[in-house]
């Protein structure tokens, strides 16, 4: 929204000024220098609202895209009225113009139809400024900008439908379907960017590699249904333990990766130690009762310019350490 906002904004300054030449060959010269300074201050509204429009909130932006169009439209129709129909023709579509511009943002539609009461009431302006008698062809303006209003506000309302179907895609993609943490793939791809990201800012990088233990027990004595009762509970264990700005994914089957960005050896394992004794502490309700288990976890920290897959191995072998030294603990690599 903010995007497409500062965008449209962006295109439409310099498109304002470029009327100017047309304002100076049909109008007069005061009405001219009149325009002049409407579009002038117009444009510069626009480029303003291109520049700040991240930092409103995206309903807010758009409504002062057409705030400032229906303000400086307006004084503009104004001072054009004096002059011939042919010339107030081409003035009088900015109303349409307007109405147009709600197809561009993906919105409720009870959010488009908010917005088009701003260009509504240019229209208004318009035909009270214009006396225009409620013939046939006073309807025939309504009727048209209706249409348009109403085809910008469906338009807008399929492009949410399609954006929050696409998103939901997307997500579905990058998070595994049982515990709803990242997939191994999505890891990946973040465990590398966390890798470009260090290398820049200079900072340390730990990933754990977390492994149930026996949990094909689990598995026999509860069934799979049991199982993904478990799996879901160290999810919400890893969401719990785990800073906002670290990453918990299932790696495959019962091995979960987590990657903790500026973070140290010493605060990786006091991360590492708080996950394995709130696993241990975990009493999972299950279809025939209650399991109880616990984990193994391998740590390493990333040496400068390390490749993410040996810092995985690293992790990696440091979990099959921690298994063969008897499971329920934490080894570093």
């Given amino acids: 929204m903010r995007l497409r906002t500062a965008t449209f904004a962006r295109l439409l300054a310099p498109l304002t000024l470029a009327w100017i030449p047309l304002d100076m060959l049909a109008l007069g010269a005061a009405d001219a ?14 480029f303003a609202l291109s520049r700040h429009a991240w930092r409103l909130p995206r309903f807010t932006a758009m409504a002062l895209l057409l705030a400032l169009q229906a303000v400086g439209f307006g004084l503009l129709q104004w001072r054009v009225l004096p002059h011939d129909d042919a010339l107030r023709i081409g003035y009088g579509l900015f109303p349409y113009l307007m109405a ?3 197809a561009l943002f993906p919105l ?30 006073l309807w025939n ?3 048209l900008f209706g249409l348009i209003v109403t085809v910008g506000t469906w338009t807008g309302q399929a492009q949410l439908r399609l954006l929050v179907r696409l998103l939901a895609a997307r997500r579905d993609a990058a998070h595994d379907p049982l515990t709803g ?13 966390a890798c470009a990201a260090a290398d820049r800012r200079n900072e340390p ?26 799996l879901v509970a160290l999810a919400q264990v890893l969401r719990r333990e785990l800073r906002a700005s670290d990453l918990a994914a299932r790696h495959g089957g019962e091995e979960f990766l987590a990657v903790l960005p500026d973070c140290d050896r010493i605060d990786a394992l006091a991360t590492a130690e708080r996950i394995r004794l709130a696993v241990a502490a975990m009493h999972v309700p299950v279809p025939d009762g209650v399991a109880q288990v ?16 040996a810092l995985v191995a690293r992790a990696d072998a440091a979990l099959y350490r921690a298994k063969a030294s008897g499971r329920n603990r934490c080894m570093v690599g």
Avoid at 33 to 46: I, N, T
Avoid at 116 to 135: I, T
Avoid at 209 to 225: E, P, S, T, W, Y
Wanted: glycine share 8%; net charge positive; aromatic share 4%.
């Fill in 294 to 309: 616990t984990l193994s976890i391998g740590l390493a920290t990333r040496h400068a310019g390390e490749a993410p897959d």
């Fill in 33 to 46: 220098m009149s325009a002049l300074v409407l579009r002038l201050g117009l444009a510069g509204g626009l």
């Fill in 141 to 143: 303006r309504v009727w």
């Fill in 108 to 137: 409720p539609w009870w959010r488009n139809l908010l917005a088009a009461l701003v260009a509504a009431s240019q229209l208004a302006l318009l035909l009270a400024l214009e006396g225009a008698p409620a013939d046939a062809l």
């Fill in 205 to 230: 990088l730990s990933v754990l590699m977390l492994d149930l233990d026996r949990f094909k027990r689990v598995n026999d004595h509860h069934g799979h249904a049991g199982g993904d009762c478990v």
């Fill in 100 to 102: 147009a511009q709600l």
């Fill in 181 to 193: 943490l990242a997939n191994r793939r999505h890891a990946t791809a973040r465990l590398q960017a």
